[in-house]
């Protein structure tokens, strides 16, 4: 007698739920490229790190703070933007602190 085994392909069940899941994707990412177009100023969340006129808030700075603080009571190394640190090393007090202190566990992106 001969076993039948089921063994998926590329184009067996496996591939179907990765088509699935990126043409939802794309339909997610299209949506909010629409969305942004509408929007003055285009889409919010866009952020370049790297343009020479980078402005963070105070409240970007405090979310970024209690952010950092969170994630080194866990035990692991809050890894922040180069200019995100700098920011919170400029406001002093706590803020200084917790900037050394990322710093010296590497916690650095350029």
């Known amino acids: 007698m001969t076993e039948t085994r089921y063994r998926p392909t590329a184009e067996g069940a496996g591939g179907a739920v990765d088509g699935l ?24 969340w866009v952020i370049d790190l790297h343009c020479d006129d980078f402005r963070l808030t105070g409240k970007q700075l405090e979310a970024w703070g209690h952010a950092a603080n969170h994630i080194g009571m866990d035990g ?7 200019e995100v640190l700098r920011a919170l090393h400029r406001r002093g007090g706590a803020d200084r602190i917790l900037a050394e202190r990322v710093y010296r566990a590497g916690g650095v992106a350029a």
């Open 76 to 82: 692991n190394t809050p890894i922040l933007p180069l």
């Open 21 to 44: 899941r990126d043409q939802v994707q794309g339909n997610a990412l299209r949506h909010r490229a629409e969305a942004a177009q509408r929007l003055p100023g285009g889409d919010p």
